[in-house]
Each structure stands twice: as C-alpha cells, then as structure tokens.
C-alpha cells in the first residue's frame, strides 16, 4: 500500500504528468513519468472500465500498486509516474505484470536522464 503523501488524487496531476512526462507503452500497461524536483514522488494509476469489472480493476490496480512500491521507497522525492493499466492487464500473470511495469519505468528514467541507481 502506498502512504497517502504517494497517491495522485487531482485530475490536473494525471493531465501535467501524461503530457508533459516521458512515455512508455508495453503489452499490459503504458507508463508515463515526469521529474518534479523536491516534491514527494507521487503514483496514479488508471484503470478503465475495458480493464473488467470493478472486482477485476480493483485487482489490477493492488498488484501494481505492489509492483511500483519499492521504487517510492528508494526515491521518495522528485517523480511524478501515472500507470495506464490496458485491458490484458487483467489476465495478465504477476511476473508479466512486474516485467512490463519495470522496463517501462526504466526505459521512462533513460529518457529523462534519470541514474541507474534510482531504477527499480
């Protein structure tokens, strides 16, 4: 679970972070991630109906949740990362889930000239 200091909550966050941050799109999910400087690194995650049910993205969005985790814990500061899970994301087993959010994120740092250290 992540602290309530994480959590995107404002439309405008989710709107600042997909255009103006960089993007990465896999089979599952599409990643976006901007720098913010000092601010806390906070994480949305969108979740359409197409995903499933309510029971079905409700899901989706804890094992992402549990996904993105040790990456706040290693950079609590100075990133904005919105999530777009993709209707495979449903079905999709956790391992494959964890792989496409982790390449995403790295490939999302590289673009903005983020360090090796600060990857998942």
């Not at 995903?51 to 993105?68: C, D, H, M, P």
């Not at 814990?73 to 959010?101: F, H, I, K, M, Q």
């Amino acid at each position: 679970m992540l602290a309530q200091q994480h959590r995107m909550r404002a439309s405008a966050q989710f709107s600042a972070t997909t255009r103006s941050g960089a993007r990465s799109g896999r089979r599952n999910l599409v990643l976006y991630t901007a720098k913010t400087g000092e601010e806390p690194t906070i994480i949305g995650f969108i979740v359409s109906k197409a995903v499933g049910n309510a029971v079905t993205r409700n899901k989706t969005k804890r094992r992402l949740r549990e996904i993105i985790a040790p990456f706040v814990a290693e950079n609590p500061t100075g990133y904005r990362v919105v999530v777009r899970a993709l209707p495979p994301a449903a079905s999709a087993p956790y391992t494959d889930l964890e792989t496409d959010l982790t390449s995403a994120l790295a490939t999302t740092l590289k673009k903005l000239g983020a360090t090796a250290r600060e990857e998942l």
